[in-house]
């Protein structure tokens, strides 16, 4: 067991928990895992895919686009897609 896999997933990053979940996905598919272990591996995975979905929908939530001006200068920004944002 790692270091990580005893942090609550809730408080990984999105860096944290996909390197958490790669290290998972490597170990389930050498097949060298007892199956009650490969099951409460399998189970954190799939904590730590919601996670990483989480995150990444908030980030792209907050992406914005730069609004050009007729001569195609950068006038300010506006939500990337504005449905998303409210």
Do not use: H
Not at 24 to 44: D, K, N, T
Not at 53 to 59: C, R, S, Y
């Amino acid at each position: 067991m790692t270091e990580q896999q005893g942090r609550p997933v809730e408080e990984m990053s999105f860096e944290e928990a996909i390197a958490e979940l790669e290290r998972i996905v490597e170990r389930l598919e050498r097949g060298q895992v007892p199956l009650a272990e490969s099951i409460a591996i399998y189970e954190r995975g799939a904590a730590l895919k919601k996670r990483c979905e989480t995150l990444l929908k908030e980030a792209e939530m907050r992406i914005e686009k730069i609004v050009l001006n007729e001569q195609g200068e950068p006038v300010g920004t506006e939500p990337l897609d504005p449905d998303a944002a409210g």
